[in-house]
């Protein structure tokens, strides 16, 4: 792959370029949203360095991640779901926190162990997530084993992982950094930061872990993007495979989660799937990094959304739901053996593709 010059990234060009079209695109929404109610949550399973544990995920309803204003990532649509305005008051933060402790009263027989927070953006940014409503989130979940938080690696601190290690809870920062490789990382997610960055946060968690000593344990959980635009299916599985070697390599980064691109509204990749530029993965794809990864000193996983559909990452539809089943297993027990018990005639479509499809000529196949 070729290297391009530093002056494609000057004004006008490279991500200037993807962010004016992103913000054209983003600014035909129209819905607006209640900062008082949380963009979703859920109960589920998680798979942690402590073991398998229930898990309450939270996508708090923020202003929106600062990159995405400027124009953003070309497949992250969250962003058309923050509130208008571009801040939310610590009150309206704590509303949405009491609401997601109700759905978890109502649907869990007991507290969930591990608890995911999400902003589509950073909760470390005290811009969407500010440092009173911060702490009052430690606080409130100090009783809790574990936490997760997303957050761009700007923004981690170790201060501000104290606020949780603190109380004894097991903090991870997940950091969306969709591949180990700069190029592709600019070009075709248009995202501004470089690899040594991850590196600097992971870094910055592992001094937090020291901090911590043994009351808590302060580590990195990287979310890998399968299959940005612009790859086609075999360089999308050649870069994922290295993306997660590269991060189970990058001391205090122990678990990599790997996000199979969806098609979402108001993106540019919604723009090139309508115009027959983009197919969503396979998820025979996802099942082959799962299996050529499963012997790295890291916990990975994959959680498909939107598996099944066109807009999701999918095989024929005959199969889809029986290969996601084997995935989600793989994250669970982190046995690759799950794959040997699903097959399907399109296994062979699918490795046509890889060895067939061209940057030219993709997609190859819907």
Not at 17 to 35: F, G, L, T, W
Not at 155 to 182: N, S
Not at 243 to 261: F, Q
Request: proline share 4%; net charge negative.
């Amino acid at each position: 792959m070729s290297k391009p010059t530093p002056d494609v990234y000057e004004q006008g060009k490279g991500m200037d370029a993807h962010n004016q079209v992103m913000r054209e695109i983003r600014s035909r929404k129209e819905a607006s949203y209640d900062p008082h109610e949380p963009t979703r949550v859920w109960l589920d399973e998680d798979n942690t360095p402590g073991g398998v544990k229930t898990s309450l995920t939270i996508i708090l309803n923020t202003g929106g991640c600062r990159w995405a204003r400027a124009g953003g990532c070309t497949m992250c649509g969250y962003v058309a779901e923050s509130v208008d305005g571009g801040s939310v008051s610590h009150e309206a933060l704590m509303n949405q926190i009491d609401v997601c402790l109700e759905h978890e009263a109502e649907n869990a027989d007991e507290p969930a162990e591990l608890i995911k927070i999400y902003t589509s953006g950073s909760f470390l940014d005290e811009r969407e997530v500010d440092a009173k409503s911060r702490r009052a989130i430690a606080e409130t979940f100090a009783d809790r084993e574990r936490i997760v938080l997303e957050s761009l690696p700007d923004f981690v601190d170790r201060e501000k992982i104290g606020d949780f290690t603190q109380y004894g809870i097991d903090t991870d920062i997940a950091i969306g950094l969709e591949t180990a490789t700069d190029r592709v990382r600019h070009d075709c997610v248009n995202k501004y930061f470089d690899f040594a960055d991850f590196e600097d946060a992971c870094a910055e968690a592992a001094v937090a872990d020291d901090d911590a000593g043994s009351e808590a344990d302060a580590g990195i959980k990287a979310y890998l993007l399968m299959k940005p635009p612009f790859l086609t299916e075999s360089e999308a599985v050649d870069d994922m495979i290295s993306s997660i070697e590269r991060c189970a390599d990058v001391s205090g980064c122990h678990t990599v989660s790997m996000n199979p691109c969806n098609v979402q509204r108001y993106t540019m990749v919604d723009e090139l799937y309508f115009n027959d530029g983009y197919r969503p993965p396979w998820l025979w794809s996802v099942a082959h990094v799962l299996e050529e990864t499963a012997d790295i000193d890291a916990i990975v996983v994959s959680d498909p959304v939107g598996h099944g559909s066109d807009r999701g990452p999918h095989n024929c539809q005959e199969c889809d739901d029986l290969v996601q089943k084997a995935i989600k297993d793989f994250g669970l027990r982190q046995d690759p053996s799950v794959f040997e018990q699903v097959s399907c005639e399109c296994e062979r479509t699918w490795e046509v593709v890889m060895e067939r499809e061209r940057g030219f000529n993709q997609p190859l196949t819907r």
